[in-house]
């Protein structure tokens, strides 16, 4: 299940202005939510998309929304991801990613981080994962 908990809009830093190619300043929709399996906390994202491109993205329509993050961005926004990169590695839990995958601070965790292309290689979503492997393993096919 898809537990969507926060989405606003922030300011592209200096690290969403390198990876999406925004201007520093621009506005950026942020999100986060948490995946369950079995009715466990299973992975916490992040997401950044560009506020121009998302605008009217919030808390509710994420909530309302019961397909995949993909599908409302085709179906409401007009935005296809053909390509995605991704780059995995083995990080420490902080107190923040703990308590919100109900474990111990300083678990091994994956994180995964995606950049994902719409048509002309244009970047319009950056995502970084952690995910709590206790129980499961990270699997992904990117089509």
């Known amino acids: ?38 009715d466990k906390p299973v992975v916490v994202e992040d997401v950044y998309l560009p506020g121009d491109i998302f605008s009217g993205l919030d808390l509710e329509m994420l909530k309302a929304w019961e397909g995949s993050l993909y599908g409302l961005f085709e179906t409401r926004f007009g935005v296809r991801m053909i390509r995605a990169e991704e780059k995995i590695r083995a990080v420490a839990a902080d107190e923040t990613a703990a308590g919100l995958l109900e474990v111990a601070e300083g678990t091994p965790l994956l994180l995964v981080e995606r950049v994902a292309f719409s048509y002309g290689g244009k970047p319009v979503e950056w995502r970084r994962g952690l995910y709590s492997t206790a129980e499961y393993y990270y699997a992904n096919e990117l089509n």
């Not at 989405?7 to 999100?31: F, I």
């Open 1 to 38: 299940s898809r537990e969507p908990l926060e989405c606003g809009l922030v300011k592209a830093g200096e690290a969403l202005v390198s990876v999406l190619g925004l201007e520093t300043g621009d506005p950026v929709v942020s999100l986060r939510r948490r995946l369950r399996f079995d």
